[in-house]
């Protein structure tokens, strides 16, 4: 069956990076498109990043172009984030999730992200 | 950017009763391939979330019938025609593919 699991969070000092890991099984996550929603403490769902089918293109929130980077390795069924230059305002469960839009979407069950001193 | 707007924010109901959402967009959610990509999602407290309606007004698999999506342009509603326990949690609306937006959610809960 479908499932989605991500790791990879932990605790970061700001101004480091972190690596994000999405780990697809029971399906070809090239062939979906591929997100990444994140939700801070106590607050709502904010969309990150999003690879396309066949990884022809990938989108990203105002608040993470520039730092954050999604990826995806065929040979893994993974997808990545690679997040670089944190802030603690980045301090948030990071879910990864397929197709939002249209076919048929699952969702992860998150990794904690902390950005702290 | 599109910003998606949702009322109320908070919606104590009786078990059994209706309930309605509205979400807003800040511009029409008219795709250049004509369809409309506004959905619904639903999070349970301490649960990831879950989609309940794509384009509108499809009701994913496995989501129970009382509920419903309508709209269009820029006006879109979710109603749930009997509530059920099971049912409280924070419900979501999303825009996409101008970039992706959900709104800020509404908190579902029992009288």
């Known amino acids: 069956q479908v499932q989605l699991v991500e790791s990879g969070g932990g605790v970061v000092q700001p101004g480091r990076s972190l690596r994000l890991s999405c780990a697809a099984s029971?399906?070809?996550?090239?062939?979906?498109?591929m997100h990444w929603v994140r939700q801070a403490p106590g607050k709502g769902l904010e969309w990150v990043a999003v690879?396309?089918?066949?990884?022809?293109?990938?989108y990203y929130a105002d608040s993470v172009r520039g730092r954050f980077t999604i990826s995806g390795d065929s040979s893994k069924n993974t997808v990545y984030l690679q997040m670089n230059s944190l802030r603690a305002e980045d301090t948030a469960v990071y879910y990864c999730?397929?197709?939002?839009?249209?076919?048929?979407?699952?969702w992860g069950q998150g990794t904690l992200v902390t950005v702290s001193s | 950017d599109v910003v998606m707007t949702q009322s109320p924010l908070s919606l104590p109901v009786t078990l059994g009763q209706p309930a309605s959402i509205s979400c807003r967009s800040s511009?029409?959610?008219?795709?250049?391939?004509?369809?409309?990509?506004l959905s619904w999602f639903q999070q349970r407290p301490g649960q990831s979330p879950r989609r309940l309606i794509y384009?509108?007004?499809n009701r994913d698999s496995g989501v129970p019938d009382r509920f419903s999506g309508s709209g269009s342009g820029t006006d879109f509603t979710l109603k749930i025609s009997r509530v059920e326990a099971e049912d409280v949690g924070v419900y979501y609306c999303?825009?996409?593919?101008?970039?992706?937006?959900f709104g800020p959610g509404t908190k579902v809960d029992i009288k």
């Open positions: 999730a397929r197709s939002l839009l249209t076919m048929e979407n699952f």
């Open positions: 029971g399906f070809t996550f090239s062939k979906f498109a």
């Open positions: 690879i396309s089918h066949g990884a022809s293109t990938k």
């Open positions: 511009q029409s959610l008219v795709y250049s391939d004509g369809n409309t990509y």
């Open positions: 384009k509108v007004s």
């Open positions: 999303m825009q996409g593919p101008h970039g992706f937006t």
